[in-house]
């Protein structure tokens, strides 16, 4: 993975890519390329390793003409980053483009090289091009060639090919990994993501599993993994949707953190009216359930900890929370009467998608949480509620994770008050402190000079630990990872109670430990633990509301003072200054805020 980007175009369309490219540089990558076939029929290509910029002041000393072309921003899965490896590849008259792994990539070149096609580069994604290759060399036209390749390929991919003396063919395919067709006047477009299209052509259709596309200037021809020609819609993608900058802000990630409170608005009023949660009882009966499982991955897995705690406590539903690579592999029995709950922000995470597939036919209802309606995941669900965050861009997922809480939060409620074990009272407190959170969240926001001189200090740090109580537990967890994604710094977050069982040996002089605690009913114990860490010389953060504060007293290496929120609401209130501390302690030590290296904004491979 991560970009695929292919035009059949009117004008030259090497500039036409870069700038695609430049869209989906949000997703991660270590190296780039572009593959063209010119009006004479000759097919060619650049590749660089690092930035788009590389690769453009390659293409200003050695341009590549052509009308016809695919690109790709590379990140690694075989092989290292280098031009070699780089995609295009190419075998004789077949170039290709490659997201996903192709998983057997070994029997495959030991089968190419026993016909005399070796491989020169370490990747599997070269396989494809010689298998293609090794078909047309048979006689095979393009299009039966590629067939008979996709037939040979285990794993995950979604493909685009040019070939040599045809420059008006290209042929899309996808199993496992997405891929959108762009349809526009005399031109046609193939990209992995709508945004790097949005530009180019408003009219999208995504491809489904197992499809193969014939594409040409006067459109598309789509047949199924059986070979049936089928028709897929065409969909308008609003620009607004697609729109990607940074609004004034050094980082995505800083602009992304600054919306929240906008977002969060948007997702209130999106299921809230005139005082009712508007998920749908015949779209999800939760008295129809005895139990739920929620499967996620990364920042998504720990919305569902943290959901675990809302559906458990005030739903009274038995929850299950998995990480989807293990989920998926562990194959658990899915009992009658299991609502399975699934959480991507992009909707097209590998892992998460595999375990909804497990899940299909054996759960009684699939529930999908996204930030991309049109995604895979979602168009595989019983159900989807739409997170509605926006495009995001940074890498460390900020405010689509603070809207996947807000709506399992009301997802919850509306549990709760289908069950029967919510007073009006209580549900009426709930929805106002509901209410009031995007406020919270623009006072928290206000912390930012003091997150900043705190994030100097931590970092000089090489390990931090994160500390949390109930629910806030999983947001110690969220704490660290974010810590860890764009500053580099070691952090693991733990359940405050655990520290005692192991992780109190590391607490020295130099140990920052990081303690989110609002002031309610566990307040005391956390406090409990906090002595303990400063009894042992260790450096506490304490992050609390001016009562916690108060109550702590004195000791603290330094503190961070959050407004007052409602019980259920404070986890959601309290990712902000695990945001903040994270974004200012990577811009301290000179990271790579938005795209921290070796990490990928959506993960389409295991």
């Not at 290209?170 to 477009?189: N, Q, W, Y």
């Not at 993501?193 to 530009?199: F, N, V």
Request: include cysteine.
């Amino acid at each position: 993975m991560c970009g695929i980007v292919g035009v059949l175009g009117r004008h030259e369309v090497a500039p036409l890519i870069v700038e695609a490219l430049k869209r989906l540089e949000y997703r991660g990558y270590d190296s780039a390329g572009i593959a063209t076939v010119n009006d004479a029929g000759l097919l060619d290509r650049r590749r660089a390793v690092g930035k788009l910029v590389n690769l453009s002041d390659l293409l200003v000393h050695d341009p590549l003409p052509g009308k016809s072309g695919i690109g790709h921003t590379r990140w690694a899965t075989h092989g290292a980053p280098t031009a070699r490896n780089a995609h295009p590849h190419r075998a004789g008259p077949v170039a290709v483009v490659h997201n996903g792994i192709i998983e057997n990539f070994r029997l495959l070149r030991e089968e190419l090289a026993e016909s005399g096609l070796a491989c020169e580069t370490e990747t599997d994604t070269e396989t494809i091009a010689l298998l293609a290759r090794h078909f047309m060399d048979q006689g095979m036209p393009p299009d039966t060639a590629v067939r008979a390749t996709l037939a040979r390929l285990e794993g995950a991919f979604a493909l685009c090919f040019l070939f040599a003396g045809e420059p008006d063919l290209m042929i899309a395919a996808r199993k496992g990994s997405p891929l959108a067709i762009g349809h526009g006047e005399g031109e046609m477009f193939v990209g992995s993501d709508a945004i790097a299209l949005a530009p180019l052509t408003p009219r999208i259709t995504y491809l489904e599993e197992g499809d193969m596309a014939l594409i040409t200037r006067a459109g598309a021809t789509i047949t199924d993994a059986a070979g049936r020609r089928v028709n897929r819609p065409v969909k308008t993608v609003r620009a607004d949707a697609a729109r990607i900058d940074k609004a004034g802000h050094k980082h995505f990630m800083a602009k992304e953190i600054a919306e929240q409170p906008a977002v969060l608005q948007a997702a209130l009023a999106h299921y809230i009216a005139d005082g009712n949660i508007n998920i749908n009882p015949e779209d999800i009966d939760f008295n129809a359930f005895d139990r739920i499982i929620m499967v996620a991955c990364g920042t998504a897995h720990y919305a569902c900890l943290t959901a675990k705690y809302w559906f458990e406590q005030i739903a009274r539903l038995p929850v299950e929370v998995d990480v989807a690579s293990e989920f998926r592999y562990r194959e658990p029995p899915i009992p009658p009467r299991t609502l399975a709950v699934f959480v991507s922000q992009s909707g097209e995470t590998a892992d998460t998608l595999a375990a909804l597939r497990y899940c299909a036919g054996r759960a009684e209802r699939i529930v999908s949480v996204v930030n991309v309606a049109e995604s895979t995941i979602a168009r595989e669900s019983d159900v989807v509620l739409p997170i509605l965050a926006g495009v995001e861009v940074g890498v460390a997922s900020t405010k689509a994770f603070t809207c996947q809480l807000t709506v399992l939060l009301m997802m919850a409620l509306k549990a709760a008050e289908a069950r029967g074990e919510l007073s009006e009272t209580e549900r009426a407190a709930h929805l106002d402190d509901l209410a009031a959170l995007p406020g919270l969240i623009g006072h928290a926001l206000t912390i930012g000079p003091a997150a900043e001189n705190v994030a100097r200090r931590l970092s000089e740090a090489d390990d931090v630990l994160f500390l949390g109580r109930g629910a806030l537990f999983p947001l110690a967890l969220e704490g660290a990872l974010k810590l860890k994604e764009i500053s580099y710094i070691h952090a693991e977050g733990y359940a405050s109670g655990e520290l005692k069982h192991g992780p109190i040996a590391l607490i020295d002089e130099h140990m920052p430990v990081v303690v989110m605690a609002p002031r309610d009913s566990l307040f005391d114990k956390t406090i409990s633990n906090m002595q303990e860490v400063m009894a042992r010389g260790g450096r506490v953060l304490l992050i609390s509301d001016g009562k916690g504060l108060a109550q702590a007293g004195d000791g603290l290496w330094e503190s961070l003072r959050m407004p007052e929120a409602g019980r259920l609401t404070a986890p959601i209130l309290y990712a902000v200054p695990a945001q903040m501390l994270a974004y200012h302690t990577a811009v301290a030590k000179g990271t790579d805020v938005d795209q921290p290296r070796n990490l990928a904004k959506s993960v389409t491979v295991e």
